[in-house]
């Protein structure tokens, strides 16, 4: 039911997220998911989209923006899904720009990108 969407700086593997920011598990994670702790393995992967790319609805499609000095989420993160993505030729769209969590000093650019995507695509 979703044709389209756009996401900024998501992480896409909780596992790596942790790794790179030990602090989430215990401040974030394990405080907004249910059961957590008796259910690391499961609920994380559950909320990873690098593990059922496959499942997302082949009629959709999804930009993903990235900041590549983003200290929040690696930057790898999005490369990683769109490796994914490639390899079910899913139809989405990465693009990076030089720039933190908050793409600070793209704020107008990425206001053009997002209209431009959302009318491409909900206008076919």
């Excluded at 593990?51 to 999005?78: F, M």
Aim: glycine residues 4%; proline residues 3%; contains cysteine.
């Amino acid at each position: 039911k979703i044709k389209t969407a756009i996401v900024g700086n998501g992480p896409t593997d909780l596992f790596g997220l942790i790794s790179d920011r030990p602090e989430m598990e215990s401040k974030v994670i394990a405080e907004c998911v249910p059961n957590y702790l008796d259910n690391k393995e499961s609920e994380l992967k559950k909320r990873s989209v690098i593990y059922w790319t496959d499942e997302l609805d082949k009629n959709s499609s999804l930009l993903i923006l990235c900041g590549t000095n983003d200290k929040r989420v690696n930057p790898t993160q999005a490369d990683k899904v769109a490796d994914k993505l490639t390899e079910i030729e899913y139809d989405f769209e990465l693009r990076k720009f030089e720039t933190n969590h908050s793409f600070s000093d793209y704020r107008m650019e990425l206001n053009e990108l997002v209209i431009k995507w959302f009318n491409k695509r909900l206008k076919k």
